[in-house]
Structure formats: C-alpha cells, structure tokens
C-alpha cells in the first residue's frame, strides 16, 4: 500500500467528520442523528454497552445541570488521607428513625479514568469544598495531578 493511499484516507476521515460535525448544527443532521442513537439503542447486546456510555457522556457533559455540582475534599478511603471528589446532589437527610447530619453524595474518581469511581455518603460537616472549577477537578484527575488548577486544596484543619 503506498503511503499516499494512507494520507488520502486520513484526509477523508476527517472531511467526513467535520462535514457529520457540521451537519449536527442543522435540524435535518440532529434527527439524523437522534434516528441513529434510538437505532443503536435497539441492538440487543450492542444497547447494554451504548447506553452505559452515552449516559456516563451525558453525565460528565458540562451542559447537564443534573451533573456534578462542586469539587470537593473528603476523607478517602480512611480518615486523614484526603481526596478530591464531585458533589453529586443537595444534601439529603438521614432516614427516618435515624439522627444526624445530613448527607452528601460524593463521587470520587479514579486516576486517570474517571469514569469509574466510588459514590461514598458522607456528612455535610466533613466535606470541604473547593474553589476550583468542575472542570479543573476533571483536569486534574485525568492529568494523575500534573496539570495543577489555580486554587490548591486547602490544608485540612486538625480534628479534635
């Protein structure tokens, strides 16, 4: 195969995808592509694994406001070992029948992928949120903390 032959394929791959791309912008290419997402969502084994990860893309799009809502430090996995987490929701009370603080739901990643991860429960009084964006915490997870946002964690105070 002659190395020109690989050029025009590569060439052509990206011509097609810039013309999909532009095609999305109109109402003809979004039915046309909302036709082809509830077709693949048809596919018997093929819609298991399509759905997960277009609801995890859903998920960590920054046009869901369902989302992730801060970045936040908690006690991961045993107190005095922090780690970086996203608030998944409002605090939610304690069920009925139990006292304590409320509860927030707190997704923390893993490095470098964070699609996978630990959803942890934990009191309102031992998160500490961050100043640094949604996007900054993705940043700096996927980039294993080489890429370091503006704002560092604050340093933890002592517990009594």
């Known amino acids: 195969m002659y190395w020109y032959w690989s050029l025009f394929?590569?060439?052509m791959a990206i011509a097609l995808i810039t013309l999909i791309g532009r095609a999305?912008?109109?109402y003809i290419g979004r039915?046309?592509?909302?036709f082809l997402d509830n077709w693949l969502l048809k596919i018997p084994l093929l819609n298991k694994i399509y759905g997960a990860v277009k609801q995890v893309n859903d998920a960590l799009s920054p046009n869901n406001r369902s989302s992730f809502k801060h970045v936040v430090l908690i006690d991961f996995p045993k107190p005095g070992t922090k780690a970086i987490g996203f608030q998944t929701g409002d605090p939610q009370p304690m069920p009925p029948g139990r006292e304590g603080p409320k509860l927030?739901?707190?997704f923390v990643p893993t490095t470098p992928n964070p699609t996978?991860?630990?959803l942890v429960f934990v009191p309102e009084t031992?998160?500490?949120r961050l100043t640094m964006s949604v996007a900054d915490g993705?940043?700096?997870?996927?980039?294993?903390?080489v890429i370091s946002p503006d704002s560092l964690p604050p340093a933890a105070a002592p517990r009594a």
């Open 31 to 34: 039915k046309a592509i909302q």
């Open 104 to 106: 927030i739901g707190v």
């Open 9 to 11: 394929a590569f060439c």
């Open 126 to 128: 031992e998160v500490t």
């Open 116 to 118: 996978s991860g630990f």
């Open 24 to 26: 999305t912008r109109h």
């Open 138 to 145: 993705i940043k700096f997870i996927v980039s294993l903390g």
